[in-house]
């Protein structure tokens, strides 16, 4: 249902809208999870350590074109908010054709290049044939992650995050079933767990595609009728690379702590795959939350309404900061027992729990940084934040990994991920006291 976000209580919308968003996603996270748990249960230390190492190398090669979807998500929220739907339309058509031949190409590369990025992080020669035989599935269902996602983004531009939340519950239940199947009973391997995901999210694109067709007003996949628009296509450049870019090399500063990680051995690894499986469960609710805003924050920006920006900006951090606090006092006490579900090596285990005890402790400053850079991000203005966030990764965090590795051990690169959220969660609010990013929108207000 499409939901319009210009009236009303502000901090009651955004809960609203968030809310499908942070369920749906908890159900796509489960995709990796549950990958997780089977194949370090069923397959070894070898097994896990290899999906672990090939989340940066997906994400490094799917972020562009994500970036890319997000700035059509934007232009999106403000022409609804404008009631330009016709403009809404067109950008949906654009969104879809620039997916589909970015898929096609992402795809190409990805099993082009697999092999030689895993060689470039040193990971173990024991891990690396899985790693790139999981990989290599992986990149051959590009197309369908992109289309559904797509979609997903598109819905949620409109106020519609309930939509994409049932379609991710079918695909998520049929991934745990089809997971269980392939590894336990066909015993297919880490192969196996990879074809499980591709086929889940096929089959969600498509049942999706089915559904808006004869459910949706505005949202008809038709591909034979698309029309690309230039005009929207320059603005979706110029909102969505920044983003595109920034987590492109956000991905590629994984890649680079992998390296780091990697040196310290198979169990290491295995428990820094672990340890951010969980810790991206933790930090759900605060990026979703904070995609909510950023719709909320196009939506009124495009309605000109500014006077509303501020007070869903202050609702949605408290909201993200007092759930925060409540994730970093569970994650404390019971992470050790949340690594038992994933390995039984007492080893990894206790790495992995003391990268939660850290790292969870700073999870109020994560989310604040996320929170007001998604202001910015609604707004248009997607430049700067992407500036903050490779200052915060590139300047901060890889040095510090680095260097207190070489001090503390292990230890150390768990302290840098608080350090460099902390550089960014400053930088960000202080460019947002300037109000610079105002003026940034497609729509200008009058």
């Known amino acids: 249902m499409i939901k319009d976000l210009t009236t009303g209580k502000e901090g009651k919308l955004i809960i609203q809208f968030a809310m499908p968003m942070v369920f749906g996603n ?4 489960l995709y990796n999870v549950v990958d997780s748990i089977i194949i370090g249960n069923y397959l070894g230390d070898e097994a896990l350590a290899a999906v672990g190492a090939s989340f940066p190398i997906i994400f490094l090669l799917i972020a562009l074109v994500i970036g890319l979807g997000s700035g059509f998500t934007i232009i999106v929220s403000q022409y609804f908010g404008a009631r330009d739907y016709k403009k809404v339309k067109r950008t949906i058509d654009t969104t879809y054709i620039i997916l589909f031949f970015a898929s096609i190409v992402i795809t190409i590369v990805g099993l082009a290049f697999s092999e030689p990025i ?3 992080t040193e990971l173990p020669e024991d891990v690396l044939p899985q790693a790139q035989r999981y990989l290599n599935i992986y990149f051959i269902g590009t197309i369908f992650f992109f289309g559904f996602n797509g979609t997903s983004a598109i819905l949620r531009g409109m106020g519609d995050s309930k939509t994409p939340l049932y379609f991710l519950i079918i695909a998520t239940i049929s991934n745990i079933i089809l997971d269980l199947l392939f590894v336990v009973v066909f015993k297919w391997g880490i192969e196996g767990a990879a074809l499980a995901t591709i086929i889940s999210q096929a089959g969600a694109f498509i049942t999706a595609i089915f559904y808006l067709n004869k459910r949706h007003e505005i949202v008809n996949l038709s591909f034979r009728k698309y029309v690309f628009d ?13 983003s595109g870019l920034q987590q492109t090399f956000v991905a590629a500063g994984l890649i680079a702590l992998y390296g780091i990680v990697n040196k310290f051995g198979t169990s290491t690894i295995a428990a820094y795959s672990v340890a951010t499986r969980i810790d991206s469960f933790a930090s759900l609710l605060a990026m979703n939350f904070s995609a909510a805003l950023a719709a909320f924050v196009g939506q009124n920006l495009g309605a000109n309404k500014p006077e509303r920006i501020k007070a869903g900006l202050k609702s949605t951090w408290l909201i993200t900061s ?4 409540s994730i ?3 994650v404390i006490i019971f992470g050790k027992q949340m690594m038992g579900f994933f390995t039984p090596n007492p080893e990894v285990i206790q790495l992995g729990s003391d990268y939660l005890i850290i790292v969870s402790s700073f999870y109020i400053v994560f989310s604040t940084m996320f929170v007001i850079s998604a202001v910015m991000r609604g707004a248009g203005d997607t430049l700067i934040p992407m500036f903050i966030t490779l200052f915060a990764l590139w300047i901060v965090r890889v040095p510090a990994s680095y260097y207190l590795a070489g001090r503390m051990g292990v230890n150390g690169i768990w302290w840098a991920v608080p350090l460099g959220w902390g550089f960014g969660m400053i930088l960000a609010y202080l460019y947002y006291l300037t109000g610079k990013w105002k003026s940034k929108g497609v729509i200008k207000p009058n």
């Open 118 to 120: 895993f060689r470039l």
């Open 230 to 242: 230039r005009e929207i296509f320059r603005n979706s450049i110029r909102i969505g690379l920044p």
């Open 26 to 29: 908890i159900f796509q996270q």
């Open 328 to 330: 970093s006092a569970i």
């Open 322 to 325: 007092a759930m925060s606090l």
